[in-house]
């Protein structure tokens, strides 16, 4: 048994266990109810176009890594991530041709353009998600109605706009619970937005769903809790210290949290390991700035929602929260650290 | 019961302790090999110094080379028995230094010769800590740097506290928790030794919790003329580390770059206390030591006492193995040193012999690119950043890693690679990046002059 020749590694021999491809598939694991229960809600709409962004970011993972001569890295699941978080951000009558681009954009703007998993700057499906935004204002801010009662056996036409067409809006289009507010100043009541009665972005429905999929992840320690607590909790500060001074011009701090894209952002979005800073303080630091920012476009910008720039910002913004808050290094003085 | 002490360095990791398999076997007495081969270069330092001549007749205990300044520690014949030759042999790094065949005599008694004992009472800190080079002994915990040097207290610096390292945190090894269990007077006898060398006024000795029965052990024996308290610290990786020793049990912090003795602390691991406390009374150089041989891949596993020079796969060979082993380590699993051949000797720096087989090595780890989860950053218990170090590592960027993110305080622990999720070597481009630096700034110093 000893004439065999003996391999040779490096130490440490042995590892934790943890793989990144396991990281990533349990962020899908932590995704799929909430696409479901978007399916569930909003019909066979959202059904199709959370499958197509899902095929498209693939696709395209796929292929630009085949042309530029590497190994496929659609193993590692990041792309299907990304593909599910762009669908979760679209409205479910968004059309087909306009998911599929955006997939493209996704992965070939927000991460092959950079070097692939783990050195973009940016989220990619936020990236996607802005190009969308620009390029087809209308589109994207055009919903329909939850739980419409022929969800299942009817289809919006615009969904299946054929490629370079301006979709046909339906007359069925609900307006999402930020907008109503901010143009409208119409409240909608917190147990509707928890358990997702209310019009929006596929995954904008149900917090109690995304919060579920949250605490799974980070009960796994898979997701730095810092964030998601940081950005909700900077929110709820933020905006209950300006209800506190004036609750009819502005909306409660349960409202704010509950409403729009915040839940699926703060949990699933900011939360990305590679777009968010490294130490735990730095990641407090990150998470309260992406909170103000939310809850300055909100209440003062133009736009009803303002979590996507808000989330780009913050990302933005880390590379330099690593550079500034670096922890003590051991047996330095603090004046050595670079603060 | 002692209590576990709550106060403990930042960060570190929780690897499997496998322990249980060997921690409750008594050290054995090892056979001899057929041949004994003894390098020159089993310490930090000079290479000893080959005092004898090939068919030279030697006795078990006699002085085979000296010496050689004094960063360097003298080599003592571990068997009665005949040099067979004098030539190069190979080691653990692979590279080929002088050495010793030595064959001993089937029949003898194997008796250990008597040198000039040396009385704690009465002799002087100089001759103590040239009666402990003399013993040839370095660190056996696996630094293997030569003790007499490290005890030296330098004549501006003050040694208050005298602390014994039975943490013994790498996962399997128990070499330090029988020598706890079993050798209580020897450790209090070398403290008596210690204490002398190094002025220190009290000992802490620092033990894993996982230990318990070796601490209370120690505590129901403890001479009492000695200033000894027994210090139970929570089980974390890398806590045998000088450095987070310290921390843990004193809550000072060694400044970047120095050494214990600038927070007034001798640290000496227990079972160098312990040979040293066997050895100088009676004047005798180190022959053996205590190896844990164990992994899945062992058959009869345990805590043997293995004479310096006994060939690696003789001792495999002895204790037998379940399935053909895969990869053997020298010392523990996280930093341990993989064997590429299995005709090196065990050394006086080995604590330990890990086997796995082809099952148990998992040689399929996929590398991913860094996700930046800050995983390394919580392991990393002298709070680097090796995400970053990594990052920079493949630009050759060694300025910034060495300047703006300390690179040079990284003393290899491995925690960074064990926790990391994308399989990234971290703590080997670090070994690679520190030793292109130190060449380079030698290289730059010789330019100088």
Redesign the interface.
């Known amino acids: 048994?000893?004439s065999?020749t003996?391999?040779?590694?490096?130490?440490?021999?042995?590892?934790?266990g943890?793989?990144?491809?396991?990281?990533m598939k349990n962020v899908v694991f932590a995704l799929i109810p909430i696409a479901a229960y978007a399916v569930y809600a909003f019909g066979l709409g959202a059904l199709f176009v959370l499958a197509t962004a899902v095929i498209s970011c693939v696709a395209t993972e796929h292929v630009l890594c085949k042309l530029s001569g590497k190994e496929s890295t659609i193993s590692?699941w990041s792309a299907v991530i990304t593909g599910l978080l762009l669908g979760l951000t679209l409205p479910p009558i968004f059309p087909l041709w306009m998911t599929f681009l955006g997939g493209i954009v996704a992965i070939a703007l927000g991460k092959f353009a950079f070097g692939?998993?783990?050195?973009n700057v940016f989220n990619p499906a936020l990236v996607g998600r802005a190009v969308l935004q620009a390029a087809f204002p209308v589109a994207i801010t055009t919903w329909s109605e939850v739980f419409s009662d022929h969800r299942f056996s009817a289809i919006s036409s615009s969904v299946l706009t054929l490629p370079f067409y301006e979709p046909v809006v339906d007359g069925n289009s609900g307006a999402t619970p930020l907008s109503a507010f901010k143009f409208d100043q119409v409240s909608v009541s917190i147990s509707d937005l928890a358990f997702g009665l209310t019009s929006g972005s596929t995954g904008e429905t149900s917090a109690i769903v995304i919060i579920i999929g949250g605490i799974y992840l980070i009960v796994r320690k898979m997701m730095?809790w810092r964030i998601p607590i940081s950005i909700l909790g900077s929110v709820y500060a933020l905006s209950g210290i300006l209800y506190l001074i004036d609750n009819q011009l502005y909306p409660s701090p349960n409202f704010m949290l509950f409403s729009g894209g915040l839940m699926l952002g703060a949990f699933f979005m900011a939360s990305d390991?590679?777009g968010?800073p490294?130490?735990?303080c730095g990641?407090i630091i990150y998470g309260v700035f992406i909170g103000v920012v939310v809850v300055v476009i909100r209440i003062w910008g133009g736009l009803p929602e303002g979590v996507m720039y808000a989330i780009l910002l913050g990302n933005a913004l880390s590379p330099q929260i690593?550079k500034l808050i670096?922890?003590?290094?051991?047996?330095?003085s603090k004046s050595?650290s670079?603060l | 019961m002692l209590k576990i002490s709550t106060h403990t360095?930042?960060h570190g990791?929780h690897?499997?302790e496998h322990k249980n398999d060997t921690n409750g076997l008594p050290i054995r007495q090892f056979p001899f090999a057929p041949v004994i081969i003894l390098p020159v270069v089993q310490h930090i330092g000079a290479p000893s110094k080959i005092i004898i001549r090939e068919g030279q007749e030697v006795e078990r205990g006699q002085l085979l080379a000296k010496a050689d300044g004094y960063v360097s520690v003298p080599l003592h014949s571990p068997v009665s028995g005949t040099v067979r030759k004098i030539q190069n042999v190979p080691t653990i790094s692979g590279k080929m230094v002088p050495g010793i065949y030595l064959e001993p005599y089937p029949a003898s008694g194997q008796e250990v010769m008597e040198g000039v004992p040396i009385d704690a009472d009465t002799a002087t800190k100089e001759e103590i800590l040239q009666a402990i080079q003399n013993a040839g002994i370095v660190g056996l915990g696996g630094a293997a740097f030569p003790t007499h040097v490290k005890l030296k207290v330098p004549d501006d610096k003050r040694c208050e506290v005298l602390l014994i390292n039975g943490i013994e945190c790498e996962?399997y090894l128990t070499t330090d928790h029988r020598v706890m269990l079993e050798q209580a007077d020897d450790i209090f006898m070398g403290i008596r030794y210690l204490l002398k060398a190094t002025g220190a006024k009290r000992v802490i000795i620092g033990i894993e919790a996982n230990k318990q029965d070796a601490a209370n052990h120690l505590v129901k024996s403890i001479p009492g003329d000695l200033p000894i308290a027994i210090r139970v610290v929570p089980v974390k990786y890398p806590q045998g580390s000088e450095?987070m020793l310290i921390?843990s049990v004193l809550d000072r912090?060694?400044?970047?770059?120095?050494l214990p003795i600038d927070v007034n602390v001798v640290v000496v691991n227990v079972a160098t206390t312990a040979e040293i406390g066997r050895l100088l009374p009676h004047g005798r150089g180190i022959q053996e030591r205590v190896v844990t041989i164990t992994g899945p891949a062992i058959k009869k596993k345990g805590n043997y006492l293995i004479p310096i020079g006994t060939p690696l796969?003789y001792v495999?060979?002895h204790v037998g193995?379940n399935?053909?082993?895969?990869?053997?380590?020298m010392g523990g699993?996280?930093?341990?040193?993989?064997?590429?051949?299995?005709d090196i000797s065990i050394v006086k720096g080995t604590s330990g012999i890990?086997a796995?087989g082809n099952k148990e090595?998992?040689?399929t780890?996929?590398i991913?690119?860094?996700?930046?989860?800050?995983?390394c950053?919580?392991a990393c218990?002298?709070?680097?950043?090796p995400?970053?170090l990594g990052i920079l590592a493949r630009f050759d960027a060694f300025d910034e890693m060495v300047n703006?993110y300390?690179l040079m305080?990284c003393f290899e622990c491995?925690s960074c690679?064990?926790?990391?999720?994308?399989?990234i070597?971290l703590?080997?481009y670090f070994?690679l990046s520190k030793s292109l630096v130190r060449k380079r700034n030698a290289q730059t110093q010789t330019d100088a002059k």
Do not use: W
Not at chain 1, 18 to 23: A, E
Not at chain 1, 326 to 331: A, F, H, L, Q, S
Not at chain 2, 333 to 342: D, K, R
């Open positions: 048994m000893l065999k003996l391999n040779i590694s490096t130490s440490p021999h042995i590892r934790s943890t793989s990144t491809s396991v990281i590692d692939g998993l783990g050195y730095n390991m590679v968010s490294i130490t735990s990641v690593d670096k922890p003590r290094v051991y047996g330095t050595n670079k | 360095f930042k990791i690897p499997p996962p450095k921390t912090e060694v400044p970047s770059g120095g796969r495999l060979q193995m399935e053909p082993i895969s990869e053997v380590y699993p996280m930093m341990g040193v993989a064997v590429s051949n299995l890990l796995f090595v998992i040689r780890h996929k991913y690119p860094c996700i930046k989860c800050g995983a950053v919580e218990p002298i709070s680097l950043n995400s970053r703006q300390n305080d491995g690679s064990y926790v990391c999720p994308s399989n070597p703590v080997q070994r």
